[in-house]
């Protein structure tokens, strides 16, 4: 609800003085009812006047009508029946209305022109795009921009009453809590001087229209202290209605304010525009410039005056600092306020919060789920990985001490050779010693033969034990070309009747691997084993093993090749299944072995036909510093 408390003294000082209250509605009612007859006799005489271009086009005059239809029609007399004489061709009807119906009008653009006061245009202005063509002059504003304000009235006997201060704890009469000149105002006076209206007074009472019940509770004694808009009481007292002397408006501006100085009547508040007179989105161009001009041209005989519109940018700053009217949901700030305006999308807010939570909770309780998960099954991973790394060293291990006892029937004469040589040796030079035949020089001789074949023997135990020992695989630069001789020399050591075996060294220089040496040792010798035993009962020429080494693609190739018996395509397919043999003795797990060694080296082992007879067994290692 929107309230008017501070309308024009235009509307007041018509009004004719009467002895008391009642009296002078009986005549103010008769004096209306006569004013109303007269503008009803304007309305029907402007169209005859315009309906010589055609017939008349209605405009309605929407007007906020507090003090009743019949005041109403009573003040706005003057101004449609200016208005139906000077603007041809329309015929201009007032309508009058409370704040509820005349915004409903306005949303249903029933009316064309309203005429309002200031707050409540502001209002109707943000949401319904009212404009102002023209602003009331009244003769008691100072300028149209500070023609009404409010004035804070008590008892003149009310010696303690001197300040707003002093009002604290008392009981206050206003029209209503959104009343522009019957109570914002003063609400933002005080707010100005740093007090809140609501809590400073013990009781605010509102009293609704007409204003004079205001100024009768003061009077009475029922309020300390009332609001009503400048310029009443003395319009009041002009007519007789009261005594001015009974009175004192409090926090008289006039005396602070020179800007206000010269406002005739008593003032608590700054001056706000007066009404304005604004046209509704459907009027059109043309219309608005006719009124405006009528307007402005109405002359004061009339007992009305328009002038340019004032600007109500005050009034925007008043409701601004209240928060209220069109600022109201400034004051919605407040945690309440927030929940009840935006209520939906906080719900909907809440909503997705939760479910994010929900959501966060749950991937949370999964990830911590599947990382233990995880971890137990790395950790059963690792076990197993290291349960099979163990079984294979086991393998392997297994596989040098089985090519160890192959080669074992002819290790015993290998050791007996240089053993018999170290005996031979050692009696002949007792018997020199027993026939006085022993030189310095034989047994210098003697000496020097037992040295080398010990050593002979020595170095065949040696490599046999380091071949043979159990130990766990490392990665080291290896020197490949060291390894196959190494190999070669082993099994020369270990083969009573070894064949030739050729090492073909075709590596660039700073070829080099990271490998396991006794392991790929393991592998050379299990494949020159093999290439051996292929060639066994052939022909000498037949019976030759080449190592080769050479690169290729940054790779390390080693070729072991011979021209032994060879093997079928359907034997070649299955050389690398585990226990796969063509030996009666045999174990087939020799090149099983292999390919994983090779393989945990990076590499791949491979076999094929060797041309014109035998095979070719080949494994790659990853080169790191190759220069193919
Ligand atoms: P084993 O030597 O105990 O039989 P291997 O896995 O070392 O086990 O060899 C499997 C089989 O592959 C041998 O039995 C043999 O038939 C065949 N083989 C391996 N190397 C050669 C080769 N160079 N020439 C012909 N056959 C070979």
Same mark, same amino acid.
């Given at each position: 609800?929107?309230?008017?408390?501070?309308?024009?003294?235009?509307?007041?000082?018509?009004?004719?003085?009467?002895?008391?209250?009642?009296?002078?509605? /009986?005549?103010?009612?008769? &004096?209306?009812?006569?004013?109303?007859?007269?503008?009803?006799?304007?309305?029907?005489?402007?169209?005859?006047?315009?309906?010589?271009?055609?017939?008349?086009?209605?405009?309605?005059?929407?007007?906020?009508?507090?003090?009743?239809?019949?005041?109403?029609?009573?003040?706005?007399?003057?101004? +449609?029946?200016?208005?139906?004489?000077?603007?041809?061709?329309?015929?201009?009807?007032?309508?009058?209305?409370?704040?509820?119906?005349?915004?409903?009008?306005?949303?249903?653009?029933?009316?064309?022109?309203? !005429? +309002?006061?200031?707050?409540?245009?502001?209002?109707?202005?943000?949401?319904?795009?009212?404009?102002?063509?023209?602003?009331?002059?009244?003769?008691?504003?100072?300028?149209?921009?500070?023609? +009404?304000?409010?004035?804070?009235?008590?008892?003149?006997?009310?010696?303690?009453?001197?300040?707003?201060?002093?009002?604290?704890?008392?009981?206050?009469?206003?029209?209503?809590?959104?009343?522009?000149?019957?109570?914002?105002?003063?609400?933002?006076?005080?707010?100005?001087?740093?007090?809140?209206?609501?809590?400073? $007074?013990?009781?605010?009472?509102?009293?609704?229209?007409?204003?004079? #019940?205001? /100024?009768?509770?003061?009077?009475?004694?029922?309020?300390?202290? =009332?609001?009503?808009?400048? @310029?009443?009481?003395?319009?009041?007292?002009? %007519?007789?209605?009261?005594?001015?002397?009974?009175?004192?408006?409090?926090?008289?501006?006039?005396?602070?304010?020179?800007?206000?100085?010269?406002?005739?009547?008593?003032?608590?508040?700054?001056?706000?525009?007066?009404?304005?007179?604004?046209?509704?989105?459907?009027?059109?161009?043309?219309?608005?410039?006719?009124?405006?001009?009528?307007?402005?041209?109405?002359?004061?005989?009339?007992?009305?005056?328009?002038?340019?519109?004032?600007?109500?940018?005050? /009034?925007?700053?008043?409701?601004?600092?209240?928060?209220?009217?069109?600022?109201?949901?400034?004051?919605?700030?407040?945690?309440?306020?927030?929940?009840?305006? $935006?209520?939906?999308?906080?719900?909907?807010?809440?909503?997705?919060?939760?479910?994010?939570? !929900?959501?966060?909770? #749950?991937?949370?309780?999964?990830?911590?789920?599947?990382?233990?998960?995880?971890?137990?099954?790395?950790?059963?991973?690792?076990?197993?990985?290291?349960?099979?790394?163990?079984?294979?060293?086991?393998?392997?291990?297994?596989?040098?001490?089985?090519?160890?006892?192959?080669?074992?029937?002819?290790?015993?004469?290998?050791?007996?050779?240089?053993?018999?040589?170290?005996?031979?040796?050692?009696?002949?030079?007792?018997? #020199?010693?027993?026939?006085?035949?022993?030189?310095?020089?034989? !047994?210098?001789?003697?000496?020097?033969?037992?040295?080398?074949?010990?050593?002979?023997?020595?170095? &065949?135990?040696? %490599?046999?034990?380091?071949?043979?020992?159990?130990?766990?695989?490392?990665?080291?630069?290896?020197?490949?070309?060291?390894?196959?001789?190494?190999? #070669?020399?082993?099994?020369?050591?270990?083969?009573?009747?070894?064949?030739?075996?050729? @090492?073909?060294?075709?590596?660039?220089? =700073? @070829?080099?691997?990271?490998?396991?040496?006794?392991?790929?040792?393991?592998?050379?010798?299990?494949?020159?084993?093999?290439?051996?035993?292929?060639?066994?009962?052939?022909?000498?020429?037949?019976?030759?093993? *080449?190592?080769?080494?050479? *690169?290729?693609?940054?790779?390390?190739?080693?070729?072991?090749?011979?021209?032994?018996?060879?093997?079928?395509?359907?034997?070649?397919?299955?050389?690398?299944?585990?226990?796969?043999? *063509?030996?009666?003795?045999?174990?087939?797990?020799?090149?099983?072995?292999?390919?994983?060694?090779?393989?945990?080296?990076?590499?791949?082992?491979?076999?094929?036909?060797?041309?014109?007879?035998?095979?070719?067994?080949?494994?790659?290692?990853?080169?790191?510093?190759?220069?193919?």
């Amino acid at each position: 609800m929107w309230h008017d408390g501070g309308y024009s003294g235009m509307r007041l000082h018509r009004r004719q003085p009467s002895a008391g209250l009642h009296g002078q509605a /009986v005549l103010q009612r008769a &004096i209306r009812l006569c004013l109303l007859i007269l503008s009803g006799f304007s309305l029907l005489s402007g169209p005859v006047q315009a309906e010589n271009g055609g017939s008349p086009q209605d405009v309605t005059i929407g007007v906020l009508a507090y003090q009743g239809e019949l005041a109403a029609a009573l003040d706005w007399a003057p101004l +449609t029946r200016f208005l139906n004489e000077r603007v041809p061709g329309y015929r201009f009807n007032l309508e009058h209305f409370d704040a509820d119906s005349l915004r409903a009008a306005i949303r249903e653009q029933r009316v064309d022109l309203v !005429v +309002t006061n200031p707050g409540y245009y502001v209002a109707m202005e943000n949401e319904f795009g009212l404009s102002r063509i023209a602003t009331l002059d009244s003769p008691q504003a100072l300028s149209p921009d500070k023609g +009404t304000g409010s004035a804070l009235i008590v008892r003149s006997d009310r010696a303690d009453l001197e300040t707003l201060a002093d009002l604290r704890g008392k009981r206050l009469a206003a029209m209503a809590p959104d009343a522009f000149g019957g109570y914002l105002l003063v609400v933002r006076e005080m707010l100005a001087q740093g007090i809140d209206a609501e809590s400073h $007074f013990k009781e605010i009472h509102f009293l609704g229209v007409p204003m004079m #019940r205001i /100024v009768a509770a003061v009077q009475r004694g029922e309020a300390d202290a =009332g609001v009503v808009r400048s @310029c009443f009481i003395e319009q009041a007292a002009a %007519r007789g209605v009261l005594r001015l002397e009974d009175f004192r408006v409090l926090g008289d501006r006039r005396s602070v304010d020179t800007t206000a100085a010269a406002f005739p009547c008593g003032l608590s508040t700054p001056l706000y525009p007066d009404w304005p007179i604004a046209v509704t989105r459907g009027i059109g161009h043309s219309l608005s410039k006719q009124v405006a001009q009528a307007l402005l041209s109405m002359p004061a005989d009339t007992g009305m005056a328009w002038t340019v519109p004032a600007d109500y940018q005050t /009034v925007h700053e008043l409701y601004r600092e209240l928060r209220t009217g069109p600022y109201a949901h400034l004051r919605d700030v407040t945690l309440a306020g927030l929940l009840r305006r $935006f209520w939906p999308a906080l719900l909907v807010l809440a909503l997705v919060l939760t479910a994010w939570g !929900v959501h966060t909770v #749950r991937v949370e309780h999964l990830v911590q789920r599947r990382t233990a998960e995880l971890r137990a099954s790395l950790r059963a991973r690792d076990e197993a990985e290291a349960r099979v790394r163990s079984h294979q060293e086991q393998m392997e291990h297994l596989s040098r001490l089985s090519i160890l006892g192959e080669l074992s029937g002819s290790l015993a004469h290998e050791i007996n050779q240089p053993l018999t040589t170290i005996g031979n040796y050692a009696r002949s030079l007792l018997r #020199r010693h027993a026939d006085g035949r022993l030189t310095d020089a034989a !047994v210098v001789e003697a000496c020097g033969e037992i040295g080398s074949e010990a050593e002979r023997a020595g170095g &065949i135990m040696r %490599r046999i034990r380091d071949f043979a020992r159990k130990r766990t695989a490392v990665r080291e630069p290896a020197d490949m070309p060291a390894l196959a001789d190494s190999t #070669r020399k082993l099994i020369e050591g270990m083969l009573l009747h070894a064949p030739l075996i050729v @090492c073909e060294n075709e590596l660039p220089p =700073g @070829c080099e691997v990271l490998a396991d040496g006794p392991q790929i040792q393991q592998v050379l010798l299990n494949l020159v084993k093999n290439a051996i035993d292929a060639g066994r009962g052939l022909p000498p020429e037949r019976q030759a093993v *080449t190592i080769r080494l050479e *690169t290729a693609d940054k790779r390390l190739l080693v070729h072991v090749i011979d021209q032994g018996c060879g093997l079928t395509a359907e034997q070649q397919s299955r050389l690398f299944e585990p226990f796969f043999t *063509t030996k009666p003795d045999g174990l087939g797990l020799g090149l099983p072995i292999c390919k994983t060694i090779v393989e945990a080296h990076g590499g791949r082992l491979w076999a094929e036909s060797n041309i014109p007879s035998g095979m070719r067994f080949s494994f790659s290692l990853p080169c790191h510093a190759a220069s193919n």
